[in-house]
């Protein structure tokens, strides 16, 4: 008897809906089963999506009360928590109802429930637990966020990231544990509205996976702005007593107790694994999370894992590409591969933070002497002063006898689209004398990019 379906995705976030869509597009039957109910995943409706939103409105307040300083005269600046978050759940929407147009565009069965698979070639939907038989299943049920062991979020004392997107009040205190892309987000996003922040960071440094000068001139960037941190810092409780939250810490050996409004949890994520497998079927981890080969395969035939739930980095970006990887080695003879050494990260506080490739330590431990670092500041570039954007800078870092481009990191204005110039250079193999060939238009925020790599040949131009 044949499948009725020839792939059928669990989870319908950026990583499931691509790979249903490629393989619509390759001709196959797919089906897409998703517990949310609307698709997008956490990415469009908890996560990516809805966090810009508030974000971009963030950058505009902040124009608003800094108005004066280009000729504007305004007034009685105020805001609406309620309607920006509404207007951020609208984006959200138009969003969600563009995947479904797709779904139908391309002939994709969408239903939703939870799927759980009994055995390789059948998955079962609840809540009617009527079965379906698909040649492959690919997971793509993401990750979820990581949370204190016997706390849980109420949506008013302790949040996660979902229920800070949906407050309707702005804390007077924030207290922020985790100081990665997530936490300084937010950080900036109630900051700029008016919160008391205090950021927890167990490790040493905030966006601890950032290049440290990055990280370093954030957080100075920050404390100028009266944000508190708090790095090489152990939360040892959490608990919530009336309109307050009690945070114990450790630090050093000593210990010190935080009074807050509030509490984001932004610790990470874990896997999204619940109710996925039926009792006594077993898919193979590491640390929890879904172990699969260059194919994308479990240990189980016929089941495949894409995105957050096979570990990290855990990106959108990522997610989407091993879905068309992952589909494109299960039906054709195609076999593409990802470079997971040329993949973007970006970070969407003012000023952005993105980069590329390896650090300066990493590259320094890697190749040794061998390496050529540029710099160049905004507060030199025609466009960044211009614009009023001078905070930040671009650092490359090339290696090797060519002095090809190993790593790229920009803290400043447009870093998250000034990225992707960089990211075709690293996935190219390109050297420092292909980008000083390359001419950059003038004046533009990325000829900081020129001058960086002009630095790196003792060349600077404008420093």
């Not at 107790?257 to 694994?273: D, E, H, K, Q, R």
Request: neutral net charge; aromatic residues 6%.
């Amino acid at each position: 008897m044949s499948a009725a379906y020839d792939l059928a995705v669990i989870g319908a976030g950026p990583g499931g809906y691509v790979a249903a869509i490629r393989a619509a597009q390759l001709g196959k039957k797919v089906l897409v089963v998703d517990e949310e109910g609307v698709p997008g995943g956490t990415c469009l409706n908890w996560g990516c999506i809805p966090s810009k939103s508030l974000l971009g409105v963030a950058e505009r307040y902040e124009f608003l009360k800094s108005a004066s300083n280009f000729g504007f005269s305004v007034t009685g600046v105020g805001f609406d928590l309620k309607k920006i978050v509404a207007r951020s759940r609208e984006v959200v929407a138009k969003l969600n109802k563009g995947i479904g147009f797709l779904f139908k565009k391309n002939k994709i069965d969408y239903r939703v429930g939870r799927a759980t698979i009994p055995n390789s070639g059948r998955i079962r939907v609840a809540p009617k637990n009527d079965e379906v038989t698909a040649a492959n299943i690919l997971i793509a049920t993401g990750a979820k966020p990581r949370l204190i062991a016997g706390v849980r979020p109420d949506g008013k004392r302790v949040l996660t990231s979902k229920e800070a997107l949906l407050l309707d009040e702005v804390p007077d205190h924030l207290a922020i544990l985790g100081a990665g892309a997530i936490g300084m987000e937010f950080a900036y996003f109630f900051q700029s509205f008016g919160s008391r922040l205090t950021v927890i960071e167990l490790l040493d440094r905030i966006l601890p996976q950032e290049d440290p000068e990055i990280s370093d001139r954030l957080r100075q960037t920050y404390e100028k702005k009266g944000m508190t941190f708090l790095t090489q810092t152990r939360v040892t409780d959490l608990s919530v007593h009336n309109d307050s939250v009690r945070i114990e810490t450790e630090s050093a050996g000593k210990t010190a107790v935080i009074s807050s409004s509030a509490a984001l949890l932004a610790l990470g994520v874990a896997p999204n694994l619940d109710g996925l497998l039926d009792s006594g079927v077993t898919v193979k981890t590491q640390r929890g999370w879904i172990e699969v080969n260059d194919e994308y395969q479990t240990s189980l035939p016929g089941i495949y894992a894409i995105g957050d739930i096979t570990g990290p980095p855990w990106l959108a970006h990522v997610a989407s590409h091993e879905g068309i990887v992952a589909v494109e080695r299960m039906f054709t003879s195609h076999r593409p591969k990802i470079n997971y050494d040329a993949i973007p990260a970006c970070t969407y506080c003012q000023p952005q933070v993105a980069s590329i490739g390896l650090t300066e330590p990493a590259a320094r431990q890697k190749f040794g002497e061998g390496v050529q670092v540029g710099r160049f500041p905004f507060q030199a570039l025609g466009k960044a002063i211009a614009s009023d954007e001078t905070e930040g800078f671009v650092k490359l870092v090339f290696a090797g006898r060519h002095a090809q481009l190993v790593g790229a990191h920009i803290l400043g204005s447009e870093a998250t689209e000034m990225i992707a110039e960089l990211g075709m250079a690293v996935a190219l193999e390109a050297t420092r004398d292909d980008i000083l060939s390359t001419i950059h238009a003038h004046p533009t925020m990325s000829e900081a990019v020129l001058e960086a790599a002009l630095a790196a040949a003792g060349r600077a131009i404008h420093l």
